[in-house]
């Protein structure tokens, strides 16, 4: 990993460790009546504080190893963290004010975007098909995770995956249309880098 990357990786990590700390700081104004423990305990029933922190820890990683992950590991968090801006500002946005804007804006476009900036810039990408398929692992544990939490509080974090509110069919057939979108994003993550590949073998030709 060259200097560049290694700061950037840095700073990356920093930034979304910034966002999230904002977003648990406007959490508790938000959320008086509740202990700062059951405030966390919500923020991480969340899709997008779960993988920004992922995505936070394998930056820092990378920054203080010096090293890159595994192509397959970078090419996931990237496609998670730009789902994440695609899902919100097509699906969930909501107008906020004060520190709640700056958290929001943090951890749902400015992180996405840099972590997809990066990627471009520096990751290796040598991706094959199956990797797509792979990456949807980790949705598909988030919804068994955050249906669990919900079953036994009482509490969804996203009205997609509520069943009180649209029913079990309702969240099988959103869940659905979103393995779709992360499939399709994924295979054109690899079909883009492979093109990008050949186009770099015939330069050197």
């Not at 700062?36 to 991480?44: F, G, I, K, S, Y």
Request: include cysteine; glycine fraction near 8%; proline fraction near 5%.
């Amino acid at each position: 990993m060259g200097p560049w990357a290694r700061r950037h990786a840095a700073v990356i990590a920093a930034f979304i460790v910034l966002g999230l700390s904002l977003n648990y700081v406007s959490a508790l104004q938000v959320y008086p009546d509740k202990t700062p423990a059951e405030v966390l305990w919500r923020l991480l029933g969340f899709f997008t504080n779960l993988t920004n922190g992922i995505v936070a820890w394998c930056f820092a990683a990378m920054a203080l190893r010096g090293r890159f992950l595994a192509p397959f590991w970078m090419g996931a968090l990237t496609l998670w963290v730009a789902i994440i801006c695609g899902v919100y500002y097509g699906v969930l946005y909501q107008h906020l004010n004060g520190l709640s804007w700056w958290a929001d804006i943090a951890i749902h476009a400015v992180a996405p975007l840099a972590v997809t900036l990066w990627w471009i810039a520096y990751a290796p990408k040598h991706l094959s098909w199956h990797d797509a398929v792979v990456w949807l692992f980790w949705p598909l544990v988030y919804l068994v995770y955050a249906l669990a939490r919900g079953i036994t509080s009482g509490h969804y974090p996203y009205p997609f995956i509520d069943p009180l509110r649209i029913g079990w069919g309702g969240v099988a057939i959103w869940f659905f249309g979103l393995a779709v979108l992360f499939l399709t994003a994924g295979l054109a993550m690899v079909a883009l880098t492979e093109a990008a590949q050949r186009a770099g073998l015939r330069r050197i030709r």
